[in-house]
């Protein structure tokens, strides 16, 4: 049990590190223009909830 709890934590970081990579990497963007207004943009905030909640299904907390 304690080895599973491990292998999930080791799970949860290698996300949370892929994360914080990506997020750095787009910082050095900012000089780009901004999307225009028709463009699919204001629905990642959706989609982030709707890949979270995927997740919780994933690990099993949502049961």
């Known amino acids: 049990m304690e080895a599973m709890k491990m292998k999930m934590f080791a799970v949860a970081l290698m996300l949370i590190?892929?994360?914080t990579l990506t997020a750095v990497k787009?910082?050095?963007?900012?000089?780009?223009p901004s999307p225009s207004p028709t463009s699919d943009a204001p629905f990642f905030v959706p989609?982030?909830?709707?890949?979270?909640?995927?997740l919780a299904f994933g690990f099993g907390l949502l049961l």
């Open 17 to 19: 590190t892929t994360m």
């Open 26 to 32: 787009g910082v050095a963007a900012a000089d780009a």
């Open 47 to 54: 989609t982030f909830f709707a890949s979270l909640t995927a």
